[in-house]
């Protein structure tokens, strides 16, 4: 079986290299798990449910992920994850081999205090797309894992012991999870539930293992009590232990299914997906999966530049996740049981972060994806009378302002994409822009024509700003289906944004019911208290994506708009007031969090397209490192990456739901997109080097651009776009 799972493997191989390049290899998952980056080294297939990795810590800000480079220990490995986010949840169905038998002694909170960590070296530890692997030094075992969309295989390698045993606890963090089951089934299966409250309340988690090898003895151990051979247990938490004699260096695996829905729906997901595959088949197909995904776009540059790009393509695919079970069927908004009419059902969709870069990628080479999402959002909306704002595992946590649901959908429409119903679509947005909910009081909104502070408790002037854009996109797809008194509205409506800023101060400020500025009023404080969404005002004076003209205008014109964002880049960067988000300074220029990620473009309508060069080039060498440590904040559940993407390419969507790209520099010297319609698009970079870093001339099909601006219809019908580089 080894034989023919290694033949599989290398004919595999070979397929690839006759269709695809092999880019997995370029991939270095531990990129952002040091520092703020908040990711994770795991095992999963493009968009897939399970995220099949290990857990160090789930304690304090870096470690929300369930892992962090620095770490020298591991308490398990669990099946979900989320990449990149501020805050913690997941890390369910947390397994762990070990030698010996299960004890816990209490600890703080009257919480277990888990007694089987080992420790481990990065020097044995390994990680490629679909495969993680780690020695545990305490135990002398080798833990290795691959997955499917919604299983995972473990392949354990014990020494010779009398007591080699697997432990299975359904949560990790226990203080949000009032309920826990787990049954064994018979001699070489285990299932159980997960039933939490954390970021997200009621969540779910339904899943079966079975093992390769039968167990001869297993326990349950809740209230600090081990039950030898108890077959079922329900409790606040409960740790399952089964037991194996083992000889030296042999193998055991354990196939484990998931599902939101129910336990027969992890058994399906189970027999579909895996079934009689072995470890190695599995990997190969995740590994095959990922290198389709990847060769999305090819790229000619050098190692570095290389690895943090296919990096960037993984980690922009690791998530949303189909929470779907293979039949189709989720547990949506509402906590019922739905079957999806794509057959998927999208979730963890940080929107307040990927609207800008990540859906907008998607628009190019994910559009069947970024449709299915958009079909889950529209199903989200018909269930819970609004949109997404943040939702996970199926459910909203109403997490960040505005509803940036609305710009994705806006941004798929006006480009024509296809894969949902407009007519649905168009009333699940304007829907979402009238009708009050959680973080949208609208007749608060229209009373006022802006969020004034003294109803609004903080964030009222990113709260204005924002809503100012996604009334703009409502107004574009009113527009474009004929809808005129709708695009009056909020076209109208699009331009609250201008009732907050101050001649005075030359900044968007808050101000009360009554017209009086807030005060007082520092632009380098980045309180909510004082307006502003994980920024301040110098960082949020840019968000008016839809209309940069006339930010310009405000500014007083192209020269004072160019001295400001000079001001930007070279003033301190301190800041009043402490909040982790705010990272990767340059200046008050904070690439670290996203309100800031289009800034550097902006010099274009400066009508100093040189200084979006120059900056970009200390931006890209500065905040991205091929490195742990290679980040400068939070993923952000692809956002970050999605930045590196289209910079390196040389454009990036100022503007994400215009249709139009802003060109920057490139920072390859080929790129080939292949497209889903069968075109390219390819760019072909003259004349690249360290100190060529300014853009001398732009081709498109042998047609001078002059104004920095590339269409998505330009890059969608397929065609080369020449840049030559110069001093």
């Known amino acids: 079986m080894k034989q023919f799972a290694f033949f599989l493997l290398f004919f595999s191989t070979i397929v690839y290299s006759q269709q695809n390049k092999n880019l997995t290899k370029f991939v270095n998952p531990f990129i952002g798990t040091g520092g703020h980056g908040h990711t994770f080294p795991n095992a999963c297939k493009p968009f897939g449910n399970v995220q099949m990795g290990p857990v160090t810590d789930m304690k304090g800000w870096d470690r929300v992920s369930g892992y962090h480079y620095s770490d ?10 989320l990449s990149g986010t501020g805050c913690a949840d997941l890390s369910d169905i947390l397994f762990m081999p070990r030698i010996g038998k299960f004890t816990t002694q209490q ?13 481990f070296s990065h020097k044995d530890e390994s990680a490629t797309p679909g495969y993680y692997s780690v020695l545990l030094k305490d135990y002398g075992i080798k833990a290795e894992f691959t997955a499917s969309n919604h299983c995972a295989i473990h392949r354990y390698t014990f020494p010779a012991n009398d007591s080699s045993s697997i432990i299975i606890s359904p949560s990790v963090g226990f203080d949000a999870t009032p309920w826990n089951n787990l049954k064994v089934e018979n001699d070489s299966t285990i299932s159980g539930v997960r039933f939490s409250f954390g970021w997200v309340p009621f969540q779910k988690v339904f899943f079966v293992a079975r093992f390769s090898k039968p167990f001869f ?23 399952g232990s089964v037991y194996f004699k083992t000889k030296a260096n042999e193998q055991i695996t354990v196939k484990v299914g998931i599902s939101a829905v129910s336990l027969s729906g992890a058994n399906n997901n189970l027999d579909k997906e895996i079934g009689n595959n072995c470890f190695e088949t599995t990997r190969a197909e995740a590994e095959s999966a990922w290198n389709d995904e990847l060769n999305k776009i090819q790229i000619e540059a050098d190692s570095k530049t290389k690895e943090i790009f296919y990096t960037g393509m993984y980690h922009a695919f690791i998530q949303p996740n189909n929470i779907a079970d293979i039949d189709g069927r989720y547990r949506g908004a509402d906590y019922e049981i739905a079957t999806s009419k794509t057959g998927k059902y999208y979730s ?5 972060d990927t609207y800008r870069a990540l859906h907008p990628l998607y628009s190019i080479i994910q559009p069947r994806v970024n449709a299915e999402i ?11 009378g609004f949109l997404p704002i943040w939702t996970l595992w199926g459910a909203e946590n109403y997490c960040m302002i505005a509803n940036h649901a609305i710009p994705v959908i806006a941004d798929a429409i006006l480009k024509g994409n296809k894969g949902f119903d407009y007519d649905q679509a168009y009333a699940a947005i304007k829907s979402s822009s009238t009708l009050s909910h959680q973080g949208s009081d609208w007749e608060l909104y229209n009373k006022y024509g802006y969020y004034p502070n003294d109803f609004i408790a903080s964030e009222s002037v990113s709260k204005t700003l924002e809503v100012s854009f996604d009334d703009w996109c409502v107004a574009q797809v009113a527009k474009k289906l004929g809808k005129d008194v709708d695009y009056n509205f909020f076209i109208n409506r699009s331009k609250a944004y201008q009732k907050l800023y101050d001649t005075e101060s030359r900044f968007f400020r808050a101000k009360d019911s009554k017209g009086k500025w807030m005060t007082p009023f520092n632009p380098i404080n980045i309180l909510h208290s004082h307006g502003y969404t994980e920024g301040n005002a110098w960082q949020y004076y840019w968000s008016v994506q839809q209309d940069i003209p006339a930010l310009v205008g405000l500014s007083g014109g192209k020269g004072k708009f160019d001295e400001k964002l000079d001001s930007l880049f070279t003033m301190s960067p301190k800041v009043e007031g402490d909040l982790s988000d705010v990272s990767g ?58 930045w590196y993407i289209f910079t390196a390419l040389g454009f990036y969507p100022v503007n994400p739901a215009s249709g139009v790209f802003d060109i920057g520099r490139p920072f390859v010297q080929e790129a080939k997109l292949n497209l889903e319609n069968g075109k390219t698009f390819l760019i072909s970079v003259k004349n690249t080097s360290d100190k060529n870093i300014y853009v001398k001339k732009i081709l498109l099909n042998n047609v001078p651009i002059a104004n920095y601006k590339l269409n998505y219809t330009d890059i969608m019908n397929g065609g080369t776009m020449v840049i030559e580089m110069g001093k």
């Open 72 to 81: 020298s220990t591991i308490m398990g490995f669990s099946h979900t994850r």
């Open 107 to 119: 600890g703080t909170n009257n919480q277990p205090f888990p007694s089987w960590r080992s420790r």
């Open 217 to 239: 003895t297993y326990q349950m151990t809740s209230n600090y009590r081990p039950n030898w051979k108890q077959r079922e247990r329900e409790d606040k938490w409960i740790i």
């Open 348 to 352: 963890t969709l940080s929107l307040w």
């Open 374 to 384: 958009i079909q889950s959002m529209i199903e989200h909306q018909q269930v819970k």
């Open 585 to 642: 300074l340059i200046g008050q220029y904070a690439h670290g969090n996203e309100p800031s990620h289009h800034v550097a473009y902006l010099y274009n309508y400066a009508g100093q397209p040189r200084k979006t060069q120059k900056m970009l080039t200390r931006i890209m060498a500065e905040m991205y490192r091929n490195e742990p440590d290679g980040l400068s904040g939070n993923e952000d559940c692809g956002q970050m990456s999605a």
